[in-house]
């Protein structure tokens, strides 16, 4: 069985600050790991992925997430947020080659100006 | 392309009364997937559907709810009849399966009410 935890319900930052948004995620297999940022009233968008190779993977936005297998670990992270960035965040993990994909109970980012 | 279409994006029914949720998914991909997202329970998977079989539907809260892909290019989700523990929003995604390794793509949802 696969499943995502997602520690931090809320995470407040300044703007211009580092953001980290923590994910650990628990599998039988290999893990095929995903975030994704939702807008309110809207779909949630795909912003990267870690599959095999380089730990520290980089998506959109400036967006970036390191793979830690010893601590089952896949945290997001954003040298300098932006007000923008204010969003739900989602970590997603596949275990394997089961299609089915688990979500994280999301962390509300709040960037404040 | 437009990506994952959903309609509507908004419902309001009335308790006892048929809903029909729309998706088209994105042209090549042959995976389908039918979200739900509360509050309470955050994202569930409701079905999956592969090459437009159901693959698994263990996720359907009850038999209220049926979902159906009569073609790669449509796909329906169907409670009836409705409650208000239905409210939420439903969201359709579409993938390319070939390997685990493909992100899938999320509608814009549709936001269901029920009174």
């Known amino acids: 069985a696969q499943s995502v935890a997602q520690p931090e319900d809320q995470v407040n930052v300044a703007e211009g600050n580092p953001l980290t948004v923590k994910c650990t995620y628990s599998?039988?297999?290999?893990?095929?790991l995903f975030w994704y940022v939702q807008y309110p009233n809207r779909g949630l968008q795909f912003l990267l992925k870690?599959?095999?190779?380089?730990?520290l993977v980089k998506g959109s936005y400036g967006f970036e997430a390191e793979f830690n297998k010893s601590q089952t670990s896949f945290h997001l992270k954003k040298p300098s947020a932006l007000v923008s960035d204010s969003a739900l965040y989602f970590c997603?993990?596949?275990?394997?080659?089961?299609?089915?994909?688990?979500f994280g109970a999301g962390t509300t980012v709040t960037v404040r100006a | 392309d437009a990506g994952v279409i959903q309609s509507p994006r908004h419902e309001v029914t009335e308790m006892g009364q048929e809903v029909t949720l729309r998706c088209k998914p994105i042209?090549?991909?042959?995976?389908l997937f039918w979200y739900r997202q509360t509050m309470m329970r955050g994202l569930e998977l409701l079905i999956y559907?592969?090459?437009?079989?159901?693959?698994?539907d263990s996720g359907m809260p009850e038999d209220r709810f049926s979902a159906k892909m009569p073609n790669a290019s449509f796909s329906t989700l169907k409670i009836q009849p409705s409650e208000p523990r239905d409210s939420a929003v439903y969201f359709c995604?579409?993938?390319?399966?070939?390997?685990?390794?493909?992100?899938?793509?999320f509608g814009q949802g549709t936001r269901l009410t029920v009174v």
């Open positions: 997603a993990v596949r275990d394997g080659d089961d299609y089915k994909l688990s």
């Open positions: 995604a579409s993938s390319f399966r070939r390997e685990m390794n493909t992100e899938a793509f």
């Open positions: 042209s090549g991909h042959n995976s």
């Open positions: 599998v039988s297999g290999n893990p095929y």
């Open positions: 559907f592969n090459n437009n079989v159901p693959i698994d």
């Open positions: 870690y599959i095999t190779g380089d730990n």
